[in-house]
T-cell receptor, first 113, second 116 residues
Framework: GAVVSQHPSWVICKSGTSVKIECRSL??????MFWYRQFPKQSLMLMAT?????????EQGVEKDKFLINHASLTLSTLTVTSAHPEDSSFYIC?????????FGPGTRLTVL | AQKITQTQPGMFVQEKEAVTLDCTYD???????LFWYKQPSSGEMIFLIY??????QNATEGRYSLNFQKARKSANLVISASQLGDSAMYFC?????????????FGKGTMLLVSP
């Protein structure tokens, strides 16, 4: 199957700093990428849908200015958590759509101290 | 109303036995797709099986089969001959419509534990 990578796989940062997470589709071009957040023992919650060359569409309740999404190319989308706080600590998963399937990255575990 | 409902928070099964994980869905869109994903403790989401709303036959992928009952709006996952490595969280998901903007909606998941 198609491969989606994420970097970094885990990150620990101080409160108030910004963290950038990269999501790449390695062997296919993805016009649409998705960002999810997953708290412990909970399901995946969609944060935003990102299309190459256009602004991301955010789900209700997700702060656009806090979670900046850039989809610069057909193979790269980035999520920047600005001024991160402990409540932003979570597992962030990106996903890329290819035909009818949706492939997921391995996730990034963010811990904000 | 929840779009995807998984009523079993946890399931236990013995190795080599079959297990059914329940999933019901709610949509008024005639075009939709149903997915099952496995999430082991590592966190990666592993695609298992897909069923389209217009598919006449139940989907099968190796030991996985999807019991699709359209009138009842259910899409249960059947795992035959369970293995210890099947222990994981399982999510049912639905995508409504076929546009590139269609997103996946996930259920709350079922934790499956396979014992020797």
């Amino acid at each position: 199957g198609a491969v989606v990578s994420q970097h970094p796989s885990w990150v620990i940062c101080k409160s108030g700093t910004s963290v950038k997470i990269e999501c790449r589709s390695l062997d296919f071009q993805a016009t649409t990428m998705f960002w999810y957040r997953q708290f412990p023992k909970q399901s995946l919650m969609l944060m935003a849908t990102s299309n190459e060359g256009s602004k991301a569409t955010y789900e209700q309740g997700v702060e656009k200015d806090k979670f900046l999404i850039n989809h610069a190319s057909l193979t790269l989308s980035t999520l920047t958590v600005t001024s991160a706080h402990p409540e932003d600590s979570s597992f962030y998963i990106c996903s890329a759509r290819f035909a009818e399937e949706q492939f997921f990255g391995p996730g990034t575990r963010l811990t904000v101290l | 109303a929840q779009k995807i409902t998984q009523t079993q928070p946890g399931m236990f099964v013995q190795e080599k036995e079959a297990v059914t994980l329940d999933c019901t869905y709610d949509t008024s869109d005639p075009s939709y797709g149903l997915f099952w994903y496995k999430q082991p403790s590592s966190g990666e989401m592993i695609f298992l099986i897909y069923q389209g709303s217009y598919d006449q036959q139940n989907a099968t992928e190796g030991r996985y089969s999807l019991n699709f009952q359209k009138a009842r709006k259910s899409a249960n996952l059947v795992i035959s001959a369970s293995q210890l490595g099947d222990s994981a969280m399982y999510f049912c998901a639905m995508r409504e419509g076929w546009s590139g903007y269609s997103t996946l909606t996930f259920g709350k998941g079922t934790m499956l534990l396979v014992s020797p």
